[in-house]
């Protein structure tokens, strides 16, 4: 217990710290679940999260409330979707931040159930967030240089619980600290070993906002404390001075002081931050030092730390690899004091990919995401993460990547289809079947690198774009579409797009008369029809062998029809001009099925006329 001299120095340095370090210039502090517009200041000022994500629901902890600081109080959690992004836009880029993201479980959901979730920072998995525990606060913190005045922070769901958050901050921080040369540090942890409050300190004692938690060490170390101020301006990565002004120091003497951790992972780079004061005014013939070892090897020293000033120890490389890393202060030869140890910083090497999708798909997907009001998890940057894309979206593998496949298949669209879509200029495939789309079907021929375009069971109108068409036919392009319910364009396989005429054949009987007289019928009987008509013709004659007359009934087929009837157009009969001809059945009755090539489109007419003509041709030979 302390008593009240101490209480009220305690509080005397709060006030001084407090006065000293009140500037929040450049922080963003977002309360997780704090309703939209609301904020609200106790030592920081929070505001709610709502302004910089679309999704997620709030919800409130309410058994452990009165334990936590506020801005732990509500969480954001993310039942729906497989990632639910925060977009920062309003840092500045080139500026050196302290990135953290908070979470206090609290049985918020009353299930008793801590989730395990993945945590992404851009394109880089940042943390997978375990909560092993519903009382402890779990933070996690990196140390980056943005790229740009945006940043995307996701949660990805792994199916093993619901992710939420609580808070995410920004501290802005000066250049020269923390510089380790290229990619980012993540925080492993960070402690105020010498700490007689069993309280973390945090802003405003830390002009940065970074946490101190205590550490107990009471069986082997004594600890030591001033009433003084301790300078910590001159440390370069300046730890707060009520840290600073305690310390401990081994019961033992002539022991070292041991600073151990584990890791799973042998090839993680590790960098320490020590922090050292003298406390004690040595007496004349007392001194006090000692050196640094790092698994046995030599690492600093020796170190002799300064009264009531603050030494700054750390490596620009990283420590030497290995899953057991013990830091041990030595007692030099000479010194007559054992170490002392007052703080202590161990980060990890990360590499953060703040990668982006080209800006034009960009500026596309979401002018198709406000014509057909998708939402579900359609947030933030298409492609990144690149191994979490938006649902039906699939993106290269590039620097900058492109949406090269886009399904919104059975998504209830209505209306027409975009134009917008054209300016998905990388796109190959392409769903939008099972919806209610109407309308001509636009030239998506623009699209020079579609293969797959999937626009079946929608009230589409014709005529199909005759480039399509002649695309398809090509084998440069997989086409699925049908359009006033009549005509039905499928191929999975890049072969020829066809269109189906269907002749039937009567008999084998007086061929050169009908021959005759089923040409002049076609001659007077021509009509212009479109492309988006599918005549059958079936020439029925009289058995009437001197009777001229010659009825002619028109009969439409699907073209899953004409697939059946030609048995899948396994037999071919012959080619001519305007395309294949194939053998098939219709009620018993043989027919032979000429397929018209795009290239003869404009010819239909011409083609209709040389059916009747092909009718006597394939009675012969059938």
Known sequence: MMDTRTKSLLFCLALIHAIQAQDQSGFISLDCGLPANSSYTTNLTYISDAAYINSGETENIDLYKNSYEQQLWTVRSFPNGT??????????????????????????????????????????LWVTVNITSETYTFNYEIIHVPSTNKVQICLINK??????????????????????????????????????????????????????????????????????????????????????????????????????????????????????????????KQFR???????????????????????????????????????????????????????????????????????????????????????????????????????????????????????????????????????????????????????????????SKLEVLNLENNNLSCPIPPELIRRFNDSLLSLSVKCNNEIVVEKKEKNKVVIPVVASIGGLLIIAIIAGIVFWIARSKRKQEGNDAVEVHRPETNTNVGDSSLETRIRQFTYSEVVRVTNNFVRILGRGSFGAVYHGMIDDIQVAVKMLAPSAIQSHDQFKAEECILYLYLVFHI
């Open 159 to 284: 199916e093993a619980g619901t992710p939420f958050i609580s808070a995410l901050e920004f501290r802005p921080l000066p250049d020269h600290i923390y510089s380790i040369g290229s990619g980012s540090l993540l925080l492993a942890f960070r402690y105020d070993i010498g700490s007689t409050s069993n309280i973390p300190y945090r802003f405003p004692y830390d002009v940065f906002d970074r946490i101190w938690p205590p550490i107990n060490n009471d069986k082997y170390y004594d600890r030591l404390s001033t009433s003084l101020t301790v300078d910590v301006n001159q440390s370069e990565n300046q730890p707060p001075a009520i840290v600073m002004e305690t310390t401990i120091v081994p019961k033992n003497a002539s022991r070292p002081f041991f600073f151990i951790w584990e890791t799973g992972d042998e090839n993680i780079q590790y960098y320490a931050y020590l922090y050292f004061a003298e406390l004690v005014k040595l007496k004349p």
């Open 289 to 447: 030092g000692f050196n640094i070892s790092h698994n046995g090897n030599y690492w600093e020293g020796p170190i002799v730390p300064d009264y009531l000033s603050t030494s700054s120890i750390y490596n620009i490389k990283p420590l030497d690899p290995g899953k057991h890393h013990n830091l041990t202060l030595t007692q030099i030869e000479n010194s007559t004091l054992p170490p002392i140890f007052n703080a202590v910083e161990i980060y990890s090497n990360i590499e953060i990919l703040e990668l982006e999708s080209d800006q034009g798909d960009v500026d596309a997907i979401k002018k198709i995401k406000s014509t057909y009001k998708v939402i579900n998890d359609w947030e933030g940057d298409p492609c990144i993460p690149r191994t979490y894309p938006w649902s039906g979206i699939g993106c290269s593998d590039e620097s900058s990547p492109r949406i090269i496949s886009l399904n919104l298949s059975s998504s209830n669209l209505t209306g027409f289809i975009s134009t917008d879509i054209l300016d998905l200029t990388a796109l190959q495939i392409l769903d939008l079947s099972n919806n209610d789309l109407t309308g001509k079907v636009p030239d998506l021929s623009k699209l």
């Open 83 to 124: 990632r639910n992004c925060y977009n920062i836009s309003n840092i500045t880029d080139g500026t050196k931040y302290l990135i953290r993201a908070s979470f206090l479980y609290g049985n918020y959901d009353g299930i008793r159930s801590p989730p395990i979730f993945d945590l992404y920072f851009g394109d880089s």
